[in-house]
């Protein structure tokens, strides 16, 4: 089966001014040619099959947003070769356009002061939607989430979760083989995240939509992505399952314990007493990162109970939000 989408060696390079400080500074801008190359996606490769949800996770600057528009073909690559579908999609814009859905942050895709339901009709003319598809998706949209008290709402009146939820749907509505999902779940509650995270999961089961996914939502990528693909400095970190990742990091538990008092203060004096692990504290917990490979847990309980009061304690593996922090600091040896 050929790959819905083939990356392969691809260099994105941008000139960027180095601008001066101060208005004289910048006055000198308009006439300088001195530039630097910045190089934000760095020689990539990887294939992604026909129903994959893929996790494309990165810091801030990594180079996730650049790989997204040369796979949509906003961008062109400097070296390498994309294939979306078969196609080259910045040669092919209109072709490519047609065979893929987006949702990017909180711009939405929807008319403001129009009821949804207008906007899917608008949505069904651009993209020559039949009447049997159009009908087809809008009932099955209703045997996966409450649309109807949505249908007939102005866009400009519906919460935050409500709109997400509403350009999802208009992402899928034109049954895409790729979607693109950035932030998906960014800013809402618990209970709407999960409402999100079954829909995406329904649809991709329902049409084997190919998903790729950008978040910084660990509960995102343990909903839904069995693969991740982790980039940093324009370069690829990791390629391959979560548990494969976590087995990377197989002699760390996370040590939770309650403590008397403030567990802000309480964590700063286990930081000090436990300097060689990351220490952190909630309105619960203060979690200490323990590498059993240096120093056993027990070992490190015992140092704790040998200074504080300790009320409860949990022990547990370590969480995906970790292991990603982790590679961001350390990489994957």
């Not at 249908?151 to 939820?165: A, C, F």
Request: charged residues 30%.
């Amino acid at each position: 089966m050929a790959s819905m989408i083939e990356i392969r060696n691809v260099t994105k390079e941008f000139k960027v001014l180095n601008r001066r400080e101060g208005l004289k500074g910048s006055l000198k801008d308009l006439f300088s040619r001195d530039y630097k190359t910045v190089r934000a996606v760095d020689n990539i490769s990887m294939s992604i099959e026909p129903g994959e949800i893929v996790g494309y996770l990165g810091p801030n600057g990594a180079g996730k947003s650049t790989t997204i528009k040369m796979m949509t073909g906003v961008l062109e690559p400097t070296t390498g070769e994309i294939l979306v579908d078969g196609n080259i999609p910045y040669a092919n814009r209109t072709k490519n356009a047609e065979n893929i859905g987006v949702v990017f942050g909180q711009r939405s895709q929807l008319w403001w002061a129009l009821p949804l339901i207008e906007s899917f009709r608008l949505l069904k003319d651009i993209y020559q939607i039949s009447d049997a598809d159009y009908d087809g998706m809008l009932k099955l949209y209703r045997s996966l989430v409450d649309i109807e008290p949505l249908l007939h709402k102005p866009v400009r009146q519906m919460s935050l979760g409500q709109r997400t939820l509403s350009d999802i749907l208009a992402a899928f509505l034109h049954d895409p083989k790729i979607v693109f999902l950035d932030e998906p779940t960014i800013g809402l509650d618990v209970s709407m995240k999960a409402k999100i995270r079954t829909l995406i999961h329904a649809l991709n089961k329902e049409k084997n939509t190919t998903v790729i996914l950008t978040t910084h939502d660990m509960g995102d990528v343990d909903a839904l992505c069995r693969r991740i693909v982790i980039i940093d400095k324009g370069k690829m970190l990791y390629d391959n399952d979560m548990e494969h990742l976590k087995g990377f990091f197989g002699n760390y538990r996370t040590l939770k314990v309650r403590a008397e008092g403030d567990l802000k203060a309480a964590a700063e004096k286990i930081s000090a007493e436990v300097p060689e692990f990351p220490v952190n504290a909630d309105e619960e917990w203060v979690s200490i990162l323990v590498d059993e490979s240096k120093s056993g847990v027990m070992d490190v309980l015992g140092r704790i109970q040998s200074r504080f009061s300790i009320k409860d304690m949990q022990l547990e593996e370590i969480s995906t939000e970790e292991v990603i922090k982790k590679i961001y600091e350390e990489g994957v040896s």
